[in-house]
């Protein structure tokens, strides 16, 4: 019998590392939005700024992948922590001279671009920390544990704000950078199987590199599919935690602190799915998973602007993450499963720039419908397009899907002399 996962040296020090940045991306995840609206008044801003960060991190995606699968990706985890360490932490220096909206706008792109690369890096990662047969058990227990972290860091992140300022608590979210960047040192990451190592001397050319993995995902039907159907459910759902933290602030009178709790107990549903989804997976099947997890979601956003109470729109934000991370945790796993190693950053970061693509847009329209047409307008027509998603699902290869057999691409053309 195999040790259980938390006794690995080194994927203990990796899940330490990256449970304490996500409990500092938590203060930022509430006190950004909140920065904005204290400032400004409009949830229409914070959805601009919401969709040009998106932007910045879809663009950053693109080339994301290739540096994933050329250097370390420890070292390149390492510089990302470093960089948001620096940048978040001008923020709360340049707010002593007063509100300065417009560095938000300059710092929060570069953040999210940054940190697409880190994420890339983080779920090519575990690829190289655990057994195959491991990955979904891995993930699932990572995902419990941020979220775990993002029960309490949403709560500290509404007492923070309420008490200090929303700029107190991106401090907190720079520091947590340095402890991350600490955490991920110690860490070190296995070499792929000499079957998944590209052969040759020479290098393909800049595009074909590029484009790999994008072609690696058009090609494989399942992941072909959920590409595209959550590439639409992101559509729906990029701009959903600032029209709900504009919802309990604007229409049922929360404060700071309400929002925190909201937000930190709803997390709790983000924690239920990362522990579920490890044995539904092996008792239903990958397709009848997902397509439950999104339809389950769906139903929640369509009730979140209904629900004319704090306790009530908290259960539901609780069900909605559940679904998002049931599903997300299966696409994720699915894709380290069955991607040759020397593609998985690119075929992370084509699924993910082309995932997030729509985002921006999605984030931008649904703020501007919330305060046009008012929330419950809003989420109930998102909640509906994601039962679309659902039903799409139901219709494609997702639906029959299970454990698939690695794909071993054919090694590119090499340069002649």
Known sequence: ??????????????????????????????????????????????????????????????????????????????TADVARLVLYGLIPLAWLAGPQVWLLFVVLPICEAVGMVFQVAAVTAVRNLVDRDRITEANGRLQATYAAAAVAGPLLAGIASARFGPTVAIAVNAASFALSAAGLWLVRLRQPAEDE???????????????AGARFLWRQPVLRALTVLLSIFIFLTYGLTDVLIYHVKHDLGGSDRTIGAVLGLAAVGTIAGALLVAPLRRRRGFGVTWIAAV??????????????????????????????????ICSMSLRQEITPDHLLGRVTSAFWSTHYSLGPAGAAALTWAAGRYGVTAVTLVAGAGCLLVAVGGAFTPIRRAGSEPVVHEPEPERATT
């Not at 001397?201 to 595009?207: D, I, N, P, V």
């Open 1 to 78: 019998m195999r040790a259980p996962l938390w006794r690995d040296r080194h994927f203990g020090a990796y899940w330490a590392a990256q449970s304490l940045s996500s409990v500092g991306d938590s203060f930022a995840y509430i006190a950004v939005p909140l920065l904005v609206l204290h400032a400004t008044g409009s949830v229409a801003q914070m959805g601009l700024l919401t969709a040009v960060a998106g932007a910045a991190s879809v663009g950053a995606g693109i080339f994301g992948g290739v540096l994933v699968d050329r250097y370390d990706r420890r070292t390149l985890m390492i």
């Open 295 to 328: 339809t389950m979601s769906g139903l929640a956003v369509a009730g979140i602007g209904v629900a004319g109470t704090v306790p009530g729109v908290t259960a539901l934000t609780a069900m909605y993450l559940c679904g998002v991370s049931v599903a997300g």
């Open 197 to 211: 190592r590209p052969g040759g001397a020479g290098r393909e050319s800049r595009l074909a590199e590029l484009l």
